[in-house]
């Protein structure tokens, strides 16, 4: 079983940086994408960045572009997203998931940790 676990969640101002990370332990695929995903109170989880198995360019929801950054470390099996300028908007439970290779999905969800950016 896949297990991602995000960490570095927190409160912060509007303005500040926060980097999240996301450590996946059991059994590794040989490839897979990483994806970031947030929901907020009252509203539908939505994706906020992702990056396949291949690497490459990380694709990016349009309300983060060009403040959130997601990388990712192979050989550490890690995941990072650094979000910065946050917004009082940007307040939600930020999941990590996995999509196995072949898989259309992701189909392993980390329990998610809270970012809330008060004005």
């Known amino acids: 079983q896949v297990q991602p676990v995000e960490t570095g969640g927190g409160l912060v101002q509007a303005g500040d940086s926060l980097r999240l990370s996301c450590g996946v332990s059991g059994r590794t695929f040989n490839a897979y994408g990483v994806g970031w995903f947030r929901q907020a109170p009252g509203k539908e989880r939505e994706f906020v960045s992702g990056?396949?198995?291949?690497?490459?360019?990380?694709n990016y929801a349009d309300s983060v572009k060009g403040r959130f950054t997601m990388t990712r470390d192979y050989a550490k099996n890690m995941a990072y997203l650094q979000m910065s300028s946050l917004k009082p908007e940007d307040t939600a439970v930020y999941y990590c998931a996995i999509r196995p290779y072949g898989s259309s999905a992701y189909d392993y969800w980390g329990q998610g940790t809270q970012v809330t950016v008060s004005s």
């Open positions: 990056i396949t198995w291949r690497g490459g360019i990380p």
